[in-house]
């Protein structure tokens, strides 16, 4: 497996998956960004939204589409980032309702944690029902692979 690392986010990519850590650029002088993370099982274009705009249209039915999205410091007292450590997926999760861009087919889960003092949501996007159960835990095997440091 090879290991993607960066901007303190590092996870080993499972055969056949493809994956980005970046960190976007500021639009502001005062602005701070964080480290976003995507994992995919198809070739993720260059050009991407940070939740999957220009993504998620060109994932076929066992495909799945990760992020992991950090917050700044401000949004650690916040109730919804309260759940303590990286989560762990159930398919039971997912719902057509949890895309942030509805798509025929996909299901979506939305899951906010701190890890440490680093606030994080992620996002997991599948293809299709069908393919839930093996989706839930490839993502779920990778998410135990992922290394945060605090």
Known sequence: MNR???HGLA????????GRILRRATTAEDEETYGVLHLATFPLPEAR????????ELMRSPDVFVVLFEY???????????PR???????????SKRLQRPLPGQLGCQLFFTE???PFCLYVVAGSRAYLPRIVAEV???LAQLDIVL
């Open 4 to 6: 993607l690392a960066a």
């Open 11 to 18: 996870v080993a990519l499972r055969t056949g998956w493809e």
């Open 49 to 56: 939204g940070d939740f999957g705009a220009g993504v998620t």
């Open 72 to 82: 700044g410091p401000e949004s650690l007292d916040s109730p919804m980032f309260a």
């Open 85 to 95: 450590g990286v989560p762990r997926l159930r398919a039971d999760m997912f719902s």
């Open 116 to 118: 440490g003092t680093r």
């Open 140 to 142: 779920n095997f990778v």
